[in-house]
């Protein structure tokens, strides 16, 4: 089974601040997924990252795949209280349909 | 862009009621989804389908059963409804890309409360 570890996974900070949260595995991914989830709506996907080194950003976000795809990063720069929300990661399962492995989320509240 | 569209935001049913959620998609996309998200246990995946009138079976189908009839339609029914299955619950839609990506659209999710 192919486990996703996500850490911390809380995280409490103040408007201003960057913050870095991870999320890890012992298993090769061929690509990985962050989505982001406001409490009480599902999970929107944010970015998709596919080849190992790359980094993508989304205006504060910067989003990275490792080099051997077992594990993804994501930065935040200069949070705003917009950006509170669960953090989740996600792969593709080996085996076909489609099925995708989720990490629990970092949970993040960011303080005005 | 993608809309996947649940038929209740909240719902309260009574123990032994048989209760069904439904999730519409309108991008024509082949894979559909069944989630149920609790705390700190995350996603976990009931069942889902790959084509009309398919259906697999997830990590926890128990108590559960599904319907898909149409392309676009998805419906998860609980049998006979238990206080355990009381949860937000989640439906997805993906692409049957052949790809690498795996890209899921989530719905707003429903919140079951079983009494």
């Known amino acids: 089974t192919q486990l996703l570890e996500q850490s911390p996974q809380f995280l409490s900070i103040q408007e201003g601040e960057n913050l870095t949260v991870y999320c890890n595995s012992s298993?090769?991914?061929?690509?990985l997924q962050w989505y982001r989830q406001e409490p009480g709506e599902g999970p929107v996907l944010l970015v998709t990252?596919?080849?190992?080194?790359e980094v993508k950003k989304l205006k504060r976000l910067t989003f990275q795949f490792g080099d051997a795809r077992k594990d993804s990063s994501l930065h935040i720069t200069a949070a705003q209280t917009g950006d509170t929300g669960l953090y989740l990661c996600a792969g593709p399962q080996s085996g076909g349909y489609q099925k995708v492995t989720f990490g629990i989320g970092t949970k993040l509240q960011v303080i005005p | 862009d993608v809309k996947v569209t649940q038929s209740s935001r909240y719902l309260v049913k009574r123990t032994g009621e048989k209760v069904f959620l439904e999730c519409v998609q309108d991008?024509?996309?082949?894979?559909m989804f069944w989630y149920r998200q609790d705390p700190g246990l995350g996603l976990r995946l009931i069942y889902f389908?790959?084509?009309?009138?398919?259906?697999e079976k997830g990590d926890i189908p128990e108590g559960y059963s599904v319907s898909r009839e149409k392309k676009e339609r998805f419906s998860l029914i609980l049998e006979s409804a238990s206080t355990n299955q009381t949860s937000m619950y989640l439906c997805?839609?993906?692409?049957?890309?052949?790809?690498?990506?795996?890209?899921?659209?989530f719905g707003p999710g429903t919140r079951l409360t079983v009494t």
């Open positions: 389908s790959y084509d009309v009138k398919m259906k």
């Open positions: 990252v596919v080849t190992g080194g």
């Open positions: 997805a839609s993906s692409f049957h890309l052949g790809g690498l990506t795996y890209e899921q659209y």
């Open positions: 298993s090769v991914f061929s690509s």
């Open positions: 991008m024509d996309h082949e894979n």
